[in-house]
């Protein structure tokens, strides 16, 4: 007599790749395979992430650095349109020195200077700061200046006395030292810096080259100060579009 009991088919031992018996769900290759693939977006997702935001990064480089080029030779143009061919003190492949009224800070005199005086008596010389260059002049001459301490409402105190007599209403205006120079760093990265009364900066950075060019009344090249009329810039840098120039007339 076989006394053995069968095994209910509801009961049965799991065939192979179930996870639970008798109901249907991912089997072990499945849900490894499905971390797989999970794992393959996810790396294709962050790799084109990556891409994207380094060409937006390289996007945004080269916009602000056409931006910086551009803005860089407004301020040129403006400040070089100030000077003359008088004012300019250095004209070189690399740098240009010249003076020029930035402010336009101008005044008039209100009564005769003396030579040996140290004060003068102006309209309005408030704000003009201490070691400033001054000029006076007069329908026959000019004299050169620094001052001693900030001007006041009414008067100008200077480091060194008058030499020569003027008489009222004599000009009298503020001559910034203007200088705009390459500088080439440890990486041989050009700079385009610019200089005012001594304080430095970068005008514009990340450049290849910088180079000014003189040019006279008929359009020549010149390396005769006197004889310029029109100053010439130009810049490179590595980027599209990365060549751009200016070519500024002086005043008369």
Request: proline residues 4%; contains cysteine; neutral net charge.
């Amino acid at each position: 007599m076989n006394t053995g009991h069968s095994i209910p088919d509801s009961i049965q031992p799991p065939h192979a790749g179930e996870v639970f018996p008798g109901q249907s769900g991912f089997t072990l290759i499945e849900l490894m395979l499905s971390l797989a693939i999970g794992a393959t977006v996810v790396a294709a997702t962050l790799n084109i992430f990556t891409v994207t935001k380094s060409h937006a990064e390289k996007h945004f480089t080269t916009i602000r650095q056409q931006q910086d080029m551009r803005v860089g030779l407004e301020v040129f143009e403006q400040e070089v349109r100030l000077a003359t061919a008088e004012s300019i003190q250095t004209a070189d492949p690399d740098r240009i020195l010249f003076q020029a009224n930035l402010s336009a800070l101008r005044t008039n005199t209100t009564g005769a200077l003396l030579p040996g005086q140290f004060v003068i008596i102006v309209q309005d010389g408030s704000g003009w700061g201490a070691g400033k260059t001054i000029v006076i002049c007069s329908a026959t001459n000019c004299e050169s200046h620094r001052l001693a301490r900030t001007g006041q409402r009414n008067q100008l105190t200077l480091v060194e006395p008058l030499e020569s007599s003027f008489s009222a209403g004599a000009a009298v205006e503020v001559r910034n030292r203007v200088l705009y120079y390459a500088k080439r760093d440890e990486n041989e990265t050009v700079q385009l810096m610019r200089m005012v009364d001594g304080g430095a900066s970068v005008l514009i950075g990340r450049l290849q080259n910088v180079r000014f060019s003189y040019w006279d009344e008929m359009g020549r090249r010149t390396d005769t100060m006197p004889n310029v009329k029109r100053v010439g810039l130009e810049i490179q840098s590595n980027q599209p579009q990365g060549t751009m120039r200016r070519d500024v007339p002086l005043q008369s």
